[in-house]
Antibody, heavy 121, light 107 residues
Framework: QVQLVESGGGVVQPGRSLRLSCAAS????????MHWVRQAPGKGLEWMAV????????YYADSVKARFTISRDNSKNTLYLQMNSLRDEDTAVYHC??????????????WGQGTLVTVSS | EIVLTQSPATLSLSPGERAALSCRAS??????LAWYQQKAGQAPRLLIY???NRATGVPARFSGSGSGTDFTLTISSLEPEDFAVYYC?????????FGQGTRLEIK
């Protein structure tokens, strides 16, 4: 079945870097745009970034632009999020999400369970 | 950035009752409005997209309506498993934004 599994989260000091991964299975990964969405503890959902099916088009939320980089390796069915210059307010569960249909646009289904990133000194 | 405002923040109802959750956008999102359900400790689940299209496997008691800036998610008869947090989301332009959520709790 369609599955997304995130990894790479953990505790990191402010100003440091972390790279998250999202392993996809059960579908044609190279046919879908992919997104990262985060959720701070006890808070709502915040969209972070999108990458097109071929990796050529990327958009970011203003809050992470120039600090975070989304990328993908279609040969490995894996999505990445490189997070630099981390701040306390980046503490959240980070979910990867697939668009529900190829070329439909940003409607998310399914979602991964998420990986927790804690930024703390 | 389009701001989505959900109301009420918390809705207390009993199983079998009808629930109506509202999502208002700060500017038109055309019909590009989706609804998600999130239970504690779980990832969000897509319920409705483009205002009224039910996602695969979503029960018929869930329906969406609205246009322009005002949208509603209706649950016709609440089941025990429907008590959760619900988020709306637009895809009219970048950045994509979500509403702050409505918590549907058992009365």
């Amino acid at each position: 079945q369609v599955q997304l599994v995130e990894s790479g989260g953990g505790v990191v000091q402010p100003g440091r870097s972390l790279r998250l991964s999202c392993a996809a299975s059960g579908f044609s990964f190279s046919s879908y745009a992919m997104h990262w969405v985060r959720q701070a503890p006890g808070k709502g959902l915040e969209w972070m970034a999108v990458i097109s099916y071929d990796g050529n088009i990327k958009y970011y939320a203003d809050s992470v632009k120039a600090r975070f980089t989304i990328s993908r390796d279609n040969s490995k069915n894996t999505l990445y999020l490189q997070m630099n210059s981390l701040r306390d307010e980046d503490t959240a569960v980070y979910h990867c999400a697939r668009e529900v249909k190829p070329l439909l646009g940003p409607v998310f289904d399914p979602w991964g369970q998420g990986t927790l990133v804690t930024v703390s000194s | 950035e389009i701001v989505l405002t959900q109301s009420p923040a918390t809705l207390s109802l009993s199983p079998g009752e009808r629930a109506a959750l509202s999502c208002r956008a700060s500017q038109t999102v055309n019909n590009y409005l989706a609804w998600y359900q999130q239970k504690a400790g779980q990832a969000p689940r897509l319920l409705i997209y483009d205002t009224s299209n039910r996602a695969t496997g979503v029960p018929a008691r869930f329906s969406g309506s609205g246009s322009g800036t005002d949208f509603t998610l209706t649950i016709s008869s609440l089941e025990p498993e429907d008590f959760a947090v619900y988020y709306c989301q637009h895809r009219a332009n970048w950045p994509i934004t979500f509403g702050q959520g409505t918590r549907l709790e058992i009365k």
